[in-house]
């Protein structure tokens, strides 16, 4: 019988490239994510609650971040894989307890998408802790 490999499969199976498809699109999507917050501090304060100064300055940060996480992507090394892991460990319980706690003064809509943010960067942790387990 005859093994099918599919993209997907055969994906899951290098961790080298795995770990470097993770990082690029947590690159990719917290890149965008830092732009919307950059331009769209405005409107973003009318749908979520946060007001426009810390979207900016949290946009600025997203859009570095995503830069540096990029970097990494391009020769990943496991002492700087596992700093982004961490990081977006942080990201992630941050967010949680901004949700929680009712920092930044986000509306019901706000704290949804902290939420559901937080899901989305640690899912991002999960998959680069495993590709990066598989790469040794």
């Known amino acids: 019988m005859t093994t099918s490999h599919t993209p997907a499969r055969a994906l899951l199976a290098d961790g080298a490239r795995l770990l470097r498809v993770a990082l690029r699109l947590d690159a990719v999507v ?7 917050y950059l331009a769209l501090a405005g409107p973003l304060h009318d749908l979520l609650g946060l007001e426009a100064a810390p979207a900016r300055a949290l946009g600025a940060f997203l859009v570095v971040y995503a830069a540096a996480v990029w970097a ?12 982004v892991v961490e990081a977006n ?25 902290a939420v559901l ?20």
């Open 117 to 136: 943010q937080a899901a989305a960067v640690a899912g991002f942790a999960a998959l680069q802790w495993t590709a990066l387990r598989r790469t040794r």
């Open 30 to 36: 917290t890149g965008a994510n830092g732009l919307a």
């Open 72 to 83: 990494v992507s391009m020769r990943p090394r496991p002492l700087a894989v596992t700093a």
């Open 89 to 113: 460990v942080v990201w992630t319980v941050l967010s949680l307890a901004t949700a929680v706690m009712g920092w930044l003064s986000l509306n019901a809509a706000g704290v949804t998408w």
